[in-house]
C-alpha cells in the first residue's frame, strides 16, 4: 500500500503564503498524476490543481496566477505554493496520487488532509 502525508497547513492572515507538502511512501512502482483538493463543510470536494508525472500542470480557474503546483519524483514529493490567500480557500487540503503499488493495479490514493485556516 502507499501513504499520503500532508503537511505545512496552519494559520494565516489573508494576502499571506503557506506551502503545504505531501510525502508518499511505501511500496510504489509508479505515480502518474497527483493532486490537490480541498474540502470545506457542506461543499463538495473541489480540485485545486494537478501534476503529471513530467510537470504538466493544470489549475482552478480560482487559483491561477496564485499557487504552484510542484513535484520532486525522486523524493514521491508533492507541493503547493499558496500566495495571497482569501478567507474563503479555508478548507482541509488534501494530497492524491494516481499510484501503482507492487502487486497491485492503477488507484488513488488519498492522505488525511492539512488545515488551512485564512483569518484576520
Known amino acids: 500500500q502507499a501513504q499520503l502525508v500532508e503537511s505545512g497547513g496552519g494559520l494565516v492572515q489573508p494576502g499571506g503564503s503557506l506551502r503545504l507538502s505531501c510525502a508518499a511512501s511505501?511500496?510504489?512502482?509508479?505515480?502518474?498524476?497527483m493532486g490537490w483538493y480541498r474540502h470545506t463543510p457542506g461543499k463538495a470536494r473541489e480540485l485545486v490543481a494537478t501534476?503529471?508525472?513530467?510537470?504538466?500542470?493544470n489549475y482552478a480557474d480560482s487559483v491561477k496566477g496564485r499557487f504552484t503546483i510542484s513535484r520532486v519524483n525522486a523524493k514521491n514529493t508533492l507541493y503547493l505554493q499558496m500566495n495571497s490567500l482569501k478567507v474563503e480557500e479555508t478548507a482541509v487540503y488534501y494530497c492524491?496520487?494516481?499510484?501503482?503499488?507492487?502487486?497491485?493495479?492503477?488507484?488513488?490514493?488519498w492522505g488525511q488532509g492539512t488545515q488551512v485556516t485564512v483569518s484576520s
Open positions: 511505501g511500496s510504489i512502482f509508479s505515480i502518474s498524476n
Open positions: 501534476i503529471t508525472k513530467i510537470g504538466a500542470t
Open positions: 492524491k496520487a494516481h499510484a501503482v503499488v507492487v502487486g497491485t493495479g492503477w488507484t488513488d490514493y
